[in-house]
T-cell receptor
Framework: NAGVTQTPKFQVLKTGQSMTLQCAQD?????MYWYRQDPGMGLRLIYY???????DKGEVPNGYNVSRLNKREFSLRLESAAPSQTSVYFC?????????FGPGTRLLVL | QKEVEQNSGPLSVPEGAIASLNCTYS??????FFWYRQYSGKSPELIMF??SNGDKEDGRFTAQLNKASQYVSLLIRDSQPSDSATYLC?????????WGAGTKLIIKP
């Protein structure tokens, strides 16, 4: 089992560019999450998906969109990147009370 | 606004001693409380969670919950250098977890 995988590991964008962060899990979990982590702050929920075909906004959804492509995959899209979106992005899936995190994507927006 | 507060540290503890990490939360309706560990440059991983007032033990780790004081703590007994990491406290509020910023723990050999 690979667990939760994320691509890319690192990305540099220019302001206004778009990109999609990919996430996949092979644990057959229904719930999946996208977080961002900034220095000195806790993880903040961007979007989550309770099951295939459903998505809901979290605490900081502005500037992002998501797609739950199937049970395995949950992608995060930045349509027009801004420097404020420079962060580390984590995808997670959940079973019971345990969230399993991917290795993260470090995004730098210039 | 629902908040989870942690001292950012670093907290320095000698090897073999007890490390005590603390967390306070604002939402009195919270029912589930979590401790995650995050090594530098890595992703968070669950250590343990607690629902009820009192203590819950798992190996060298003990979580303590006091809902009246809105306070959660994590004790690490016989601290090892491999315990050096940032410890994240999280509290379930409705559908999502609210996260503290974490306490950096350094275990000195």
């Amino acid at each position: 089992n690979a667990g939760v995988t994320q691509t890319p590991k690192f990305q540099v964008l220019k302001t206004g560019q778009s990109m999609t962060l990919q996430c996949a899990q092979d644990m057959n979990h229904n719930s999946m999450y996208w977080y961002r982590q900034d220095p000195g702050m806790g993880l903040r929920l961007i979007y989550y998906s309770a099951s295939e075909g459903t998505t809901d906004k979290g605490e900081v959804p502005n500037g992002y969109n998501v797609s739950r492509l199937n049970k395995r995959e949950f992608s995060l899209r930045l349509e027009s990147a801004a420097p404020s979106q420079t962060s580390v992005y984590f995808c997670a899936s959940r079973v019971g009370e345990t969230q399993y995190f991917g290795p993260g994507t470090r995004l730098l927006v210039l | 606004q629902k908040e989870v507060e942690q001292n950012s540290g670093p907290l320095s503890v000698p090897e073999g001693a007890i490390a005590s990490l603390n967390c306070t939360y604002s939402d009195r309706g919270s029912q589930s409380f979590f401790w995650y560990r995050q090594y530098s440059g890595k992703s968070p991983e669950l250590i343990m969670f607690i629902y009820s007032n009192g203590d819950k033990e798992d190996g060298r780790f003990t979580a303590q919950l006091n809902k009246a004081s809105q306070y959660v703590s994590l004790l690490i007994r016989d601290s090892q250098p491999s315990d050096s990491a940032t410890y994240l406290c999280a509290v379930r509020s409705n559908y999502q977890l609210i996260w503290g910023a974490g306490t950096k723990l350094i275990i000195k050999p």
